[in-house]
């Protein structure tokens, strides 16, 4: 039996030099993970020993050299102040009540230090949620990707669905996703279809606020250095709640269906729903080929077809344009990932048609159409 099968207080979690390194530097050579999720009954012990561990990691620029002098004179001058009330007293008691009032203030003097850093972070921090606190919140080992290119790259999950992810953005994500729902991280632009299933609804975690899907496209805007984050839907229903990082915010639920869309502002932390985009310049300015092209085909040929999903997600194909030059396809791929959209095509070719896909390339393996 683990060691760690035993703990019962926080103090034994803060003290286990693996969890500290699994919670500060996101290395879980002990398997704290898998640990947590098999140990469910142990799970709000784990989390509040995460938070404090967090929060105990005070930056020492918060307080000045001056602060901290002033602070630690005032306790001084407390200290003597006691001693003096206590010059009557033994020798011995004088000691002991030393000991007893250094250690106090000592305690009290950290505890005011903590709280001034709370209270500093909250206020200046309160309106604002950044990828990093994201990922900190997050229990799960996340994989990274960040796109330093000047062209979207496409991005594969685990459950099929897929992100379209622009330049200077980054994305982080499970390589599995385990338990009853999925979760995101974006700091960026991403347009995401998303694979259905109703029993593990998909989250977006986007700066401020959170994006809610079963199985749907949508895209979302949020750059950090940027006043708003936008989110727009192309296909299904998705919904939006602000962060519960933000201590002020009112926990307001936005509803947008298709061809609507949502500005959040993060100065005053207020959802402003655009029910038909058309009527803002800035929304109908950004619509891309993806949320534009039409994926519904009734007897196209299929290097039409591929062309159409090049198109849309700026990827190559590369397929035996003479074995399949005369192949007619009439299919719906509507309000699919792309990884789907491809199956699709595949099975419909018929012959033991494949895909490869590696990154924005993809390769069609066939022998011709049935």
């Known amino acids: 039996m683990q060691k760690r099968n035993t703990y019962t207080e926080i103090e034994d979690f803060l003290t286990d030099e693996s969890f500290q390194l699994w919670i500060l530097s996101k290395v879980d050579e002990q398997g704290w993970e898998e640990w947590t999720l098999e140990n469910l009954h142990r799970a709000k012990l784990v989390e ?147 694979s259905k299933n109703p029993n593990k609804p998909f989250f977006v975690y986007a700066n401020e606020i959170i994006t809610k899907v079963v199985g749907t496209s949508f895209r979302v805007r949020a750059y950090s250095d940027q006043p708003n984050i936008e989110v727009l839907v192309r296909t299904g229903k998705v919904r939006i709640i602000s962060n519960k990082l933000i201590s002020n915010s009112e926990k307001e639920e936005v509803v947008l269906l298709p061809n609507q869309a949502l500005r959040f502002l993060r100065s005053d932390l207020t959802f402003n729903k655009i029910t038909n985009i058309t009527e803002d310049k800035t929304f109908a300015g950004s619509v891309g080929n993806i949320e534009q092209l039409s994926f519904e085909f009734t007897d196209i040929p299929v290097e039409q077809i591929f062309k159409t999903i090049e198109q849309a997600y700026l990827v190559n194909i590369d397929f035996p344009e003479n074995k399949l ?46």
């Open 48 to 194: 509040s020993a995460r938070l404090l561990l967090l929060a105990m990691k005070v930056d020492e620029a918060n307080l000045s050299q001056n602060e901290i002098h002033l602070a630690l004179e005032s306790t001084w001058l407390k200290i003597k102040e006691k001693e003096d009330l206590k010059k009557n007293y033994t020798k011995s008691k004088i000691i002991f009540i030393r000991k007893y009032w250094l250690t106090g203030v000592a305690a009290s003097l950290l505890f005011c230090l903590f709280s001034f850093w709370i209270y500093n972070s909250n206020n200046v921090k309160s309106n604002k949620v950044t990828y990093n606190e994201l990922i900190d919140s997050s229990y799960e080992g996340l994989v990274e990707q960040t796109n330093n290119s000047d062209k979207p790259q496409i991005i594969t999950l685990s459950d099929g669905s897929s992100v379209l992810l622009q330049p200077d953005s980054k994305l982080s994500y499970p390589k599995i996703f385990t338990g009853n729902e999925r979760k995101v991280y974006l700091s960026g632009e991403g347009f995401f279809e998303i």
């Open 325 to 370: 030059k005369d192949c007619h396809l009439t299919t719906s791929l509507s309000d699919q990932p792309l990884s789907e959209k491809l199956k699709i095509i595949c099975k419909s070719i018929g012959n033991e048609t494949t895909f490869e896909m590696n990154g924005n390339q993809i390769i069609i393996f066939s022998q011709g159409c049935n």
